[in-house]
């Protein structure tokens, strides 16, 4: 059985509800801080694939990197490449949490997308 990875910032108030969420409804993660270890170009271009979501949600747009860079114009322009090249350079520009499964990722907390996937 493939395990599913949880990429969290343990201060972030909204990873805290994420996580406390697997704990109450038993769902079993490898918890990883994506502070401490970005997810790597790799790992990216992989989960946004599999997300089916445009890159510009796995952007943390409510950061001050994100901000401070102007990325939202950035992100309008820019290849995948390039885009993938800063979300892999600094953990804080991800948007998160993320769950990567077997076959799904979710970016952010949405309970209801949780529970369809996670129950």
Do not use: H
Request: hydrophobic share 35%; glycine share 4%.
């Amino acid at each position: 059985m493939t395990t599913t990875l949880f990429l969290q910032y343990p201060k972030c108030s909204t990873c805290q509800k994420a996580a406390k969420w697997l704990k109450e409804n038993n769902v079993e993660v490898n918890n990883r801080d994506i502070t401490k270890e970005n997810p790597s170009k790799a790992e990216l271009s992989e989960w946004i694939k599999k997300s089916g979501l445009p890159i510009s949600r796995f952007f943390n747009t409510s950061g001050r990197i994100y901000k401070e860079n102007n990325l939202k114009e950035k992100v309008k322009s820019a290849s995948q490449e390039e885009l993938i090249d800063i979300l892999s350079s600094d953990g804080m520009v991800v948007k998160r949490p993320i769950v990567v499964g077997k076959d799904f990722v979710l970016v952010g907390f949405n309970e209801e997308e949780w529970i369809q996937k996670l129950k």
